[in-house]
């Protein structure tokens, strides 16, 4: 499969495979443990699943069990894409994940997951298939599929119309390519995407149920996390790489949208 899907049975490698292209895909059978996932703590117990759409950052376990388990799928980018049902429910799974990667099934959900989990490891191992390919996109999709239903199950469906999928998704697309270090200003984002910033915000809260400034200001925040615990820029240098124009602004935002100040943060 030319690395396009690899198993593992750890989730030391979370943060560098997401660095590299790859969707973590990740089921419990047993244990728990404890991880900091870009500066926030969850927990991760028999069970469950978790689903990592985005780069994260920042991933550390904190703690596990003498038991635990875990079963980790790493899809890349690409196949995911190619593997991804034609259902624009997925934008706003997506959404859902940044929040909470953590999904707790039911015992008919865990079953399921279970099942997705061993069919792709062992499709995997048949390389003589002629049609191993299609028969790997084809087991991924089935797995997506069954993520969608236990997010609709846990959280409700939502419908999300074609075109606002679309915007959202070229608006995370041009966060997620780091734009947000030198602008913050949803009017520079709408202007980009050919909108206004008023219809940037309302489609933003019809799809994620926050508006536009929020996901400005949440990639923005996490990134600075991030520099603040594993650099030693100084403020001035950050302040400059976030195009503040000032370090008293820096500290403020800082201040602001992380709780601390940059050195504190840093203690």
Known sequence: MNNEIIISDSL???????HDGYITHAWCPCGDCDFTMDGRSFHLAAGDCMIVPHPCLEFRVDRKSDDFAVEVIYVSLQFTQ???PQSNYGMRGHLALFENPVMHLMPEQQRVCALNFD???????????????????????CMIIDFFDFHVELYGAVQVSSPNAQLMLDFLNLLEGGEYRQHREVGWYAERLCVTPKYLSEVSKRVSGQAAIYWITRYTALDIARQLRTTNLTIEQLSDLYNFGGTNY???YVQKNLGASPSSFRE
Do not use: D, G, P
């Open 119 to 141: 069919y792709l490891r062992s499709r995997l191992t048949i390389n003589t298939h002629h049609f191993h390919r299609e028969a790997m996109i084809n087991a991924v999709q």
């Open 82 to 84: 190619v593997s991804t």
């Open 250 to 252: 820096f500290i403020r």
């Open 12 to 18: 030391e490698k979370v943060a560098q495979m997401q």
